[in-house]
């Protein structure tokens, strides 16, 4: 039997996938856990053949975790499944050794090539079909920003508050504002206009 962790913080998306996995792939056993915390002590106690991930979790981000992952559960692999598309965290989540990268709007046989992939030691998409993959740019100011200020910067781009970034992020209003003074510095920008800005003329925000 292979064991897959999923990690999404929404119950209905974790059963679907559960559902669909468990019908095509029956030597698979999926456990389940709805945030970082969660998915850390699994990991601790439990050996897996396959983490997938959601980049969008309560706390910490998605990318954070996956980098926690590869360095203390390295034979663990890890799929992104995510709603965001390719061309906003692809190519970070591809760096910060991620093993594949699927949307939740594709269709259900391609969720389950992609984890019979996974399993069976390859990348997914396949190296041939991941050049199609429309992924980010490289040299774009953004790629010097961290992966919580990537973050921060999506969701200010996305309209949001000080005040309701740290409420999501569980983070102060002061820390919030310290990233976008760092976010600022980094890219060369004067204002949070500037800012929401050039989210909205990359498409960047979620």
């Not at 990991?43 to 975790?65: F, I, W």
């Not at 269709?107 to 050049?131: C, I, M, Q």
């Not at 990233?179 to 909205?200: C, F, G, N, P």
Request: hydrophobic letters at 40%; zero cysteines; proline letters at 6%.
């Amino acid at each position: 039997m292979r064991e897959v962790l999923l990690v999404d913080d929404h119950p209905v998306v974790r059963q679907g996938i559960a559902r669909i996995l468990t019908a095509q792939i029956p030597d698979v056993r999926v456990d389940e856990a709805a945030d970082g915390r969660t998915a850390l002590e699994r990991l601790a106690v439990g050996t897996y053949h396959l983490v997938m991930l959601d980049l969008t979790l309560p706390g910490d981000s998605g990318l954070s975790l996956l980098r926690r992952i590869r360095r203390e559960h390295p034979a663990s692999p890890v799929l992104i499944v995510t709603m965001h598309p390719p061309e906003h965290f692809a190519q970070r989540a591809l760096q910060a050794g991620a093993v594949g990268y699927i949307t939740k709007n594709s269709e259900p046989n391609e969720l389950v090539r992609a984890v019979r992939t996974a399993l069976a030691g390859k990348r997914y998409p396949p190296e041939d079909a991941a050049s199609q993959m429309p992924l980010e740019e490289e040299g774009q100011p953004h790629d010097v920003l961290s992966d919580r200020e990537y973050q921060v910067l999506r969701m200010i781009g996305a309209g949001r508050t000080v005040s309701e970034i740290g409420a999501d992020l569980g983070l102060s209003v002061k820390t919030v504002s310290t990233y976008r003074s760092r976010i600022l510095e980094k890219m060369k920008l004067r204002t949070s206009a500037e800012l929401i800005h050039y989210v909205i003329t990359r498409r960047l925000a979620p």
